[in-house]
């Protein structure tokens, strides 16, 4: 069983499939606690979750029509049966999976386990700003290839530094995609972009959060 905080149908706000319609489940609980964490609704007992099976959820996805999938949270990867839902996930080659996971769970038993499948990984990076970095699993950097992402969650101009060390030393744009996330109502995009203006960084891309452009910043279920 599964705890599941909320599921719904909307545009994916951020992510290889922005703009997209997505099936999105977000699963309660989280090992982190992040400065600027805008979702503390999943993890800090001020919403109650419900308990769901993988068969249930699977079918909630296919009578959505729904062919993209983002399971989130909190932290999805906390879910102690989540290889039961992934191996049922995996079995549909309709269905796009991306898993939105916070950077301190190591991804490499999954990768193994759904090498060459239908499921991608977003990877967080937090940076000094999040208060969390030291939590950050570096071995990710290793598993990930070209069809998954780092991201990199930008809250100041120290954040910003860090990331252009960090994807330099670690050479991440040459092993998978790497974004570079503003912290709303904390740092404006348009620094980042002058930032890859000035050190001529082309091969990273600016995600912005369009959920929270086209509805509040606290509306949930979009």
């Not at 740092?187 to 891309?205: G, L």
Request: charged residues 30%; hydrophobic residues 35%.
């Amino acid at each position: 069983m599964f705890k599941v905080i909320e599921r719904f149908i909307s545009i994916d706000g951020e992510g290889p499939t922005s703009g997209e319609l997505a099936a999105f489940i977000r699963f309660e609980g989280c090992n982190l606690r992040c400065t600027w964490c805008d979702t503390k609704y999943s993890w800090d007992g001020s919403c109650s979750y419900e308990d769901q099976d993988a068969e249930g959820i699977y079918q909630y996805i296919k009578d959505s029509g729904a062919r993209n999938v983002t399971l989130t949270g909190g932290e999805p990867l906390l879910q102690k049966d989540m290889f039961h839902l992934l191996d049922l996930l995996s079995l549909d080659s309709a269905l796009h999976i991306h898993i939105e996971t916070n950077g301190a769970i190591d991804i490499g038993k999954y990768k193994v386990r759904y090498q060459g499948g239908n499921i991608r990984y977003i990877v967080d990076y937090k940076l000094p700003a999040s208060g969390m970095e030291r939590t950050m699993k570096k071995r990710n950097f290793e598993h990930v290839d070209q069809d998954d992402v780092i991201k990199f969650v930008i809250a100041s101009e120290g954040d910003l530094q860090e990331t252009w060390r960090i994807v330099n030393k670690h050479e991440l744009t040459r092993k998978c995609r790497v974004f570079l996330s503003p912290v709303a109502e904390s740092f404006e995009p348009k620094k980042i972009v002058e930032f890859m203006v000035s050190r001529k960084w082309h091969d990273v891309r600016l995600q912005v959060q369009v959920h929270k452009v086209i509805w509040p910043k606290d509306m949930r279920g979009v």
